[in-house]
């Protein structure tokens, strides 16, 4: 978990980084997760869950438990 | 000038210019003016009547390219529509009233009493249908407007990602720039060197002759050279290694592509590791950024290219917390060991290719190291050089007994927390360990001295688990410190007194990180939960359930009693120097 002057983002076990806007109270999902439908997660495609993420000046870095490390604007 | 001398105008047109004679050019000033020459034309006609021709005018090449409409209405149903409504609304009235009047001095006062004719009827009839075709051509008309704005809309999109394009590719040309200023500034400097050992050189030789001018110039080098003598005592001459190392700068530019991207937009996924990712940061965005994973490598990236610059290799095993502070890396292990890194020592040539091409030097030098990776192409990111990171070490810190679970780095201060249960504050200049706290004996003496249930350390409380962290997590400022352990507390300590002087309860699970600003202090845990609190109040204020989260944020109370500027909001080092 980390946060910066606009929001709050922590990595909670998932395959999405949960993102809460401090200013208007908004939270919603970043990550290679989010475009997964449950149709495909019946189908078996699988992105890897979250471990670590870090965030500064609305820039977004998550790393993976595959070892991959996203970069994402938020 | 009359009617009358028409059939004269051509040939006295012949006589005046020969041009004139031509037939063309004669029918041409005579079908616009049906008889005489332009000249004449305007002294017969009326110039409203010229300034009706030319506005009404219509170029052949006009009819031909009028666009493809597919509208249901016609330009003048379109014109009769968007008149305004009051004053058809009034002209109709003025005509009822005329009409009305024509009637009473035809008919008399009989039928205005009468019931309504079939006639009126009709007429009203009429009008309303009227009324509703007009209706409908302006609904049809707002409907086209909001599809032209529509399409506008997409053409500004298309607009302003190849304008995002271009920021893009301006960055990179930035960064390219930024490099070669960098890669400049320290030829510069070692060009300097080399002048000033010249200039050391030559004043010895100088001073050696015993014949000596007394001129003004003369006494310059000796003044200079006297604190020549001075020079040679600094460490920074007699160090020539510290001297040659490339300068790391700050990047003078911030890129601000991310800014611009919708939030959530992929910018780039890096397969960094092969195993889980245990830690990580980088120093800004589009900078650099260090990842460290299980399978016990520690690596550096460039963000911007998306390359490995090489890997930190020192620790015995997996690196748990590391943090990026400008240039200076720490990174925590289960090794218990500490170390630090100076990434400005890295050799790391983002643009080698580049250089390579036109200089024949560095291409002799790549073809010695047997690398040469930059004429690979950017599509295969080549393997970064082993050596490249050789001299990033520092200094490694060594006094905790278990694993390094959490460490934080500001300044000169450096916190670490252990598994063996103690926090450790280190001083970066000398490189020493300068406090222990321990947190179990803090625990057992806030119990004992508050006499509270909740601030005991309890053991049997929770089952210890294995994937927690004894410190989850830390964050210094000055002499404030927070430190959220596996008993799901966040003690806030005095680095000062080297006391815990307030707690918070409240998570159900091992605390896993902690971050706090001047206002606010937010805590996650393995309970799923992230915790708010002022950093002056002793409890919390928000809490973020992953479940609740829309409920809490919803309540007004939560979003103004948090997120809203709080007055008595002050600095964190308020906090310990309320305590003496």
Not at chain 2, 210 to 214: G, I, L, N
Not at chain 2, 303 to 306: E, Q, V
């Given at each position: 978990m980390m946060f910066d002057t606009r929001h709050i983002v922590c990595a909670s076990g998932e395959e999405v980084v949960k993102v809460y806007d401090k200013t208007d109270g908004k939270h919603w999902d970043c990550g290679a997760g989010v475009a997964t439908s449950v149709e495909d997660r019946m189908a078996g495609a699988k992105t890897s869950i979250v471990e670590k993420v870090r965030l500064r000046d609305g820039y977004l870095v998550e790393g993976r438990r595959s070892g991959e490390v996203g970069v994402w604007t938020c | 000038m009359g009617d009358s001398a028409a059939p004269a105008y051509p040939s006295a047109m012949g006589t005046l210019q020969r041009q004139m004679r031509r037939p063309a050019i004669q029918r041409a000033v005579f079908s616009f003016s049906q008889q005489a020459p332009t000249e004449l034309v305007r002294s017969k006609l009326s110039t409203s009547e010229i300034a009706h021709r030319a506005l009404t005018f219509i170029s052949d090449e006009q009819l031909y390219n009028i666009p493809e409409d597919d509208n249901t209405y016609s330009l003048f149903q379109g014109f009769q529509a968007s008149l305004p409504e009051g004053e058809s609304e009034h002209r109709k009235g003025h005509r009822r009233r005329s009409s009305k009047q024509h009637r009473l001095l035809s008919a008399g006062d009989v039928e205005e009493d009468g019931p309504p004719t079939i006639q009126n009827l009709k007429k009203k009839r009429n009008n309303v249908n009227h009324k509703l075709e007009m209706m409908a051509i302006r609904k049809n008309m707002a409907s086209t407007e909001i599809r032209d704005i529509d399409n506008k809309i997409a053409n500004l999109l298309n607009v302003r990602k190849i304008v995002l394009d271009r920021l893009a590719a301006l960055e990179n040309d930035e960064a390219e720039v930024e490099h070669e200023l960098l890669e400049l500034d320290n030829k510069i400097d070692e060009i300097q060197e080399e002048l000033e050992e010249q200039g050391a050189l030559d004043q010895s030789t100088s001073t050696l002759n015993?014949?000596?001018?007394?001129t003004p110039e003369s006494e310059a080098m000796d003044a200079s050279f006297m604190s020549q003598s001075i020079y040679d005592k600094l460490p920074s001459s007699t160090s020539p290694k510290a001297k040659r190392r490339p300068k790391f700068a700050k990047r003078k530019s911030m890129p601000v592509l991310h800014e611009h991207l919708d939030p959530g937009s992929h910018i780039k996924t890096l397969p960094a590791h092969n195993d889980t990712i245990t830690a990580l940061d980088f120093d800004q965005p589009f900078g650099t950024m260090v990842t460290a994973a299980l399978d016990d490598t520690v690596r550096v990236w460039d963000?911007?290219?998306?390359r490995c610059m090489g890997f930190l290799e020192g620790h015995t095993a997996s690196v748990r917390c590391l943090q990026v502070e400008d240039n200076i890396v720490a990174t925590g292990s289960l090794d218990a060991t500490i170390r630090l890194w100076d990434l400005s020592r890295a050799k790391y040539e983002p643009y080698e290719h580049k250089i390579s091409n036109g200089d024949d030097d560095a291409a002799d030098d790549e073809e010695d190291d047997g690398l040469g990776f930059g004429n690979e192409g950017e599509d295969a990111p080549p393997p970064p050089p082993p050596d490249a990171m050789s001299e990033c070490p520092l200094f490694t810190l060594e006094a905790?007994?278990?694993?390094?679970?959490a460490l934080h780095l500001r300044g000169d201060t450096l916190v670490s927390g252990s598994a063996d249960k103690t926090l450790r504050q280190w001083d970066l200049v000398k490189g020493r360990c300068v406090q222990t706290l321990d947190v179990l004996w803090a625990a057992a003496q806030a119990s004992s001295t508050m006499n509270s249930v909740e601030a005991q350390w309890r053991p049997t409380g929770r089952p210890a688990d294995s994937g927690a962290d004894f410190v989850g997590a830390l964050q210094v400022f000055d002499a404030a410190l927070a430190c959220g352990t596996a008993d799901g507390m966040v003690r806030l300590w005095d680095l000062r007194s080297g006391q815990v002087h307030r707690s918070l309860v409240g998570h159900t699970g091992p605390v896993t990180c902690v971050q706090f600003d001047d206002t606010h202090l937010v805590t996650g845990s393995a309970d799923r939960s992230v915790r708010v609190s002022l950093?002056?109040?002793?409890?919390?204020?928000?809490v973020i359930q992953d479940i609740l989260w829309s409920i809490l944020i919803e309540s007004a109370q939560c979003r103004y009693g948090i997120f809203a500027p709080v007055q008595f909001s002050t600095h964190m080092p308020m906090i310990t120097q309320s305590h003496p």
């Open positions: - | 015993p014949p000596r001018v007394a963000l911007n290219l998306g905790h007994v278990d694993e390094v679970t950093s002056l109040a002793g409890h919390y204020t928000l």
